[in-house]
């Protein structure tokens, strides 16, 4: 692998990084989902995690995403 090639190679993991932190921004955007965030089972109407446990569980993980940009 030449210096471009590396060049490259990091350009497409930040941009990765970047869509990836973008959907996580979106995804606590949401106001209600079918399914739980974090488990994905069925959600209560109107809710978007299953239960309190997964919404902590969700947002720790958002938060640990976002203190890693
Ligand atoms: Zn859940």
Redesign the pocket.
Known sequence: MDIVDQAEALAEHERERGIAAARARAAVMVEWSPT?L??D?PTPAGAR???PA?RDDYLRRMACQATDE
């Open positions: 739980c974090n488990c089972e995690w299953c239960d997964c």
